[in-house]
């Protein structure tokens, strides 16, 4: 299961580029050029999709990273990204995704239910979950409540092995 942003706030903008370019990469690549003097040789129109591009990567980025530093030590991977390329050459991210082990841990429901809300946790870490977020958080207290019960029936077979009392007079 991917913990996946997909919200775009200017579809119709990065619609456009992803034509042009799409890939998924490590975190480190697609860095965007942050030198102001470069957006002045474009037209205002153009200037304006690069900001909005420049935007949308930073919100992607602060996004996954969100997810990745919640997860801890269930993140299978760090954030892969998919870029665009802007009027000015440089690729943006404009989506991206984090990998969460999101099995139940085997014959332990008290590490399965920590590990749920982790997993929970990790889902809406961003400002802004988007709708995949809250689907995975969903499931996640689907399995928590799961190991909730099968917690409750392991502490109650083990309530009822323990000695018996003789009530009678």
């Not at 706030?9 to 580029?17: A, D, E, G, K, V």
């Not at 909005?52 to 919100?59: G, I, N, P, Q, V």
């Not at 008290?110 to 961003?126: D, M, Q, S, V």
């Not at 409540?145 to 009822?160: H, P």
């Amino acid at each position: 299961m991917q913990i996946t942003s997909v919200a775009y706030n200017n579809s119709q903008l990065i619609n456009r580029y992803q034509t042009q370019t799409k890939s998924q990469s490590a975190e480190g690549e697609g860095k965007v050029a942050a030198d102001k003097s470069q957006i002045q040789e474009f037209d205002p129109r153009q200037q304006s999709e690069i900001q909005a591009l420049k935007d949308r990567d930073r919100e992607v980025r602060n996004h996954e990273q969100a997810h990745v530093s919640a997860a801890g030590g269930i993140a299978v991977s760090g954030a892969s990204f998919q870029f665009v390329t802007g009027p000015d050459g440089q690729r943006y991210a404009t989506g991206g995704e984090v990998g969460i082990d999101t099995s139940a841990v085997a014959n332990d429901p008290a590490a399965t239910l920590r590990k749920a809300e982790t997993i929970r946790r990790a889902a809406l870490a961003p400002a802004q979950p988007s709708s995949q977020d809250y689907s995975v958080a969903s499931k996640a207290a689907a399995m928590a409540n799961k190991a909730s019960v099968e917690l409750l029936r392991v502490q109650q077979g083990s309530a009822d092995s323990g000695s018996q009392l003789d009530v009678t007079v």
